[in-house]
């Protein structure tokens, strides 16, 4: 067990309008208002969190090694999917839950697709799985309970997939290749595999559909994409260990989290310039011994809320996720939701 954790240099939380405190709830309560979603990984968990207190409200099971997850964005059940990675045994399993009764309803075989990770919603009930193990982009019908068709990527690792606003294509980063692929899903064909970097693995598209951004967490640089001519528009440096990119919802700003480093950076999108760069770093303090060194804080997973006044950053060894204000550029609170964070997701009821 970790010593008492607290995050340095706190700044008052931009949650939006105040409101009232959420009554207490039960375990299959739903409050009304918007829920963090946050697994973690160690303890095979999602976590259902009120953003505006930080607190934990219930959780529901998942399949061994939960690496992420995504809400239906387009479907009235808002249903949730959860990619089952694995542990030693590679996992080959979706885990489906009810956001509002806080329960998981089903749990989806892939067959033979193993180490299932990035999740992405094409459309009502149709979700996109990479898997790393098959080199493969899966289409899956929710509704149906069934993998719909596979798409070869013929790279190594495919990791993390977006989806452009129509609908029409994809773009999967392949880690161990340091490439990002093009899928026309239309036609279910790969159109282009396209070289960006070392370690390619984090990703995010601009709300407009016109750039991708990835990060590429070997050659400490990000890349971005035009998705018209689907070429490296520029390259920039974010060290160290540059591993998840998320994009506010306005495209004004990109949010990195940098592993290695043990902080996130902020970019401006336009001017493609660096505005922040944040330290995540952890003070353990309560133990009679004398100071105590900083805790590692290894930040993964990114979520940025609708408002786009907050991001959550997901510090896997530190089992924390940390709040970021991105109006004052400061740190402002902090959630504990399991050993091992890492996916995130928001549910709005």
């Given at each position: 067990m970790h010593a008492l954790l607290v995050p340095i240099a706190l700044a008052v939380c931009a949650a939006g309008p105040q409101e009232k405190a959420a009554p207490p709830v039960a375990s299959h309560g739903v409050t009304?208002?918007?829920?963090?979603?946050?697994?973690?990984?160690?303890?095979?968990?999602?976590?259902?969190?009120?953003?505006?207190?930080?607190?934990?409200?219930?959780?529901?099971?998942?399949?061994?090694?939960?690496?992420?997850?995504?809400?239906?964005?387009?479907?009235?059940?808002?249903?949730?999917?959860?990619?089952?990675?694995?542990?030693?045994?590679?996992?080959?399993?979706?885990?489906?839950?009810?956001?509002?009764?806080?329960?998981?309803?089903?749990?989806?075989?892939?067959?033979?697709?193993?180490?299932?990770?990035?999740?992405?919603?094409?459309?009502?009930?149709?979700?996109?799985?990479?898997?790393?193990?098959?080199?493969?982009?899966?289409?899956?019908?929710?509704?149906?309970?069934?993998?719909?068709?596979?798409?070869?990527?013929?790279?190594?690792?495919?990791?993390?997939?977006?989806?452009?606003?129509?609908?029409?294509?994809?773009?999967?980063?392949?880690?161990?290749?340091?490439?990002?692929?093009?899928?026309?899903?239309?036609?279910?064909?790969?159109?282009?595999?396209?070289?960006t970097g070392k370690g390619t693995e984090g990703i995010a598209i601009t709300p407009d559909g016109a750039e991708v951004w990835v990060t590429n967490r070997d050659a400490d640089t990000l890349s971005i994409v035009d998705t018209k001519t689907l070429e490296v528009s520029a390259t920039l440096p974010s060290a160290s260990v540059p591993i998840r990119v998320q994009i506010t919802p306005d495209g004004a700003r990109a949010v990195v989290s940098n592993y290695k480093s043990g902080e996130v950076a902020v970019f401006d999108v336009k001017t493609r310039k660096e505005l922040a760069r944040l330290s995540l770093a952890i003070e353990q303090v309560g133990d009679a011994s004398g100071p105590q060194p900083k805790l590692a804080p290894s930040p993964v997973g990114i979520l940025i809320e609708p408002s786009g006044k907050r991001a959550f950053i997901a510090c896997t060894t530190a089992d924390l996720v940390e709040v970021l204000d991105l109006e004052k550029l400061a740190l402002c609170g902090v959630v504990r939701a399991g050993r091992e964070p890492d996916g995130l997701a928001w549910f709005r009821p």
């Open positions: 009304g208002s918007p829920e963090l979603l946050v697994l973690s990984k160690t303890d095979a968990l999602l976590s259902f969190v009120d953003p505006r207190d930080q607190k934990v409200l219930a959780t529901a099971a998942t399949g061994v090694g939960p690496h992420e997850i995504a809400v239906d964005p387009f479907s009235a059940s808002a249903l949730a999917v959860v990619s089952n990675y694995g542990k030693a045994e590679p996992g080959n399993s979706l885990t489906l839950i009810d956001p509002p009764t806080r329960t998981a309803v089903a749990t989806l075989d892939l067959g033979e697709h193993r180490r299932p990770h990035g999740l992405a919603f094409r459309s009502a009930n149709h979700v996109l799985v990479t898997c790393e193990a098959s080199h493969d982009l899966l289409e899956v019908d929710l509704g149906e309970r069934k993998v719909l068709r596979a798409m070869k990527t013929d790279q190594e690792i495919a990791h993390m997939v977006v989806v452009t606003p129509n609908g029409a294509r994809a773009f999967v980063t392949n880690i161990g290749s340091g490439t990002l692929s093009v899928f026309d899903l239309e036609k279910g064909e790969l159109l282009k595999n396209i070289p």
